[in-house]
């Protein structure tokens, strides 16, 4: 029988973190704040039991002490398994004791912005490497391979970082030829270095939810509460100041949900076995 292994999930969104709950042990929400994620990561990772490497079921336990679902430190503890269930998930390694050192595996997931011209919303990339500025870091060779076997059609690439948004054509365009990455997220890197500096597993799947000769309206950028939470009223606002970027925002959330239909088709991956 197969071991459930520990998986912590880092996202910018609670829509993502509902998405990849069922599979995830935990997740993460960054909210657009990378101090913020780095400190709420370490928390998590800080408070996880030890995690059995001979053969007891890993992933029982959850972050901190607190019931199931409770926000800690933007953690999001998801439900125990059934005890019953011991069937090996194929989209990750049978054993955390293969690829880390007994605290689980570290996923960041959820949508990107493409830099790479031809890539289109809804687009899978599994995250070969995350580059940040003189940073690079690598993902598990043996856990993306299982994913790429997953999850058939999704692209392999590298991921740049950023602190912000990268809206405009321009910004896409420089990110692009400064890291050959073909997309962007504001997570991945805080993900990437905790990871090697716990000596986590570490992968990366993202979905595409702008492409790179679209530019971002004011009211997208500014769209994200600090909890991961839209901030509808930040959107109005900036609509009210510019009601003719409507059609472009309307855009931007057509693309955004083929992004996050993407992401759900990703999940299943991890909870097929679940």
């Known amino acids: 029988m197969g071991e459930r292994s520990p998986l912590i999930a880092v996202v910018g969104m609670v829509r993502e973190a509902k998405i990849i709950a069922r599979a995830a042990t935990a997740t993460v929400i960054g909210g657009g704040d990378s101090k913020a994620l780095d400190a709420r990561l370490e928390a998590a990772l800080a408070a996880l039991p030890p995690f059995p490497l001979d053969g007891g079921r890993a992933g029982d336990g959850g972050v901190g002490s607190e019931s199931p679902n409770e926000t800690r430190l933007g953690a999001k503890q998801s439900p125990s398994p059934d005890p019953r269930e011991h069937t090996p ?70 991921v740049a970082a950023s602190d912000a948004m990268i809206g405009s054509v321009a910004d896409k365009e420089a990110l692009y030829r400064a890291t050959g990455a073909k997309v962007v997220d504001m997570e991945s890197h805080i993900a990437a270095r905790i990871a090697a500096r716990h000596g986590l ?39 009210a100041k510019n009601p003719a970027q409507l059609p472009a925002l ?13 992401l759900e088709r990703a999940a299943g991956a991890f909870s097929a076995a679940s």
């Open 89 to 158: 998930n194929p989209a990750l390694p049978p054993s955390p004791s293969r690829l880390g050192r007994g605290k689980g595996f570290l996923l960041s997931f959820g949508v990107c912005g493409a830099l790479a011209p031809g890539l289109k919303a809804g687009d899978l990339i599994l995250g070969d490497a995350v580059i940040a500025g003189s940073e690079r870091w690598t993902t598990n060779a043996d856990w993306t391979a299982r994913l790429a076997a997953a999850l058939p059609g999704a692209q392999r690439a590298d």
């Open 201 to 239: 597993a570490f992968a990366v799947v993202r979905a595409v939810s702008d492409a790179a000769d679209h530019t971002l309206p004011a009211a997208a950028l500014a769209g994200l509460r600090p909890d991961g939470q839209p901030d509808i009223t930040a959107v109005l606002w900036s609509l």
């Open 250 to 262: 309307l855009r931007t959330a057509r693309e955004a949900e083929a992004g996050f239909r993407a």
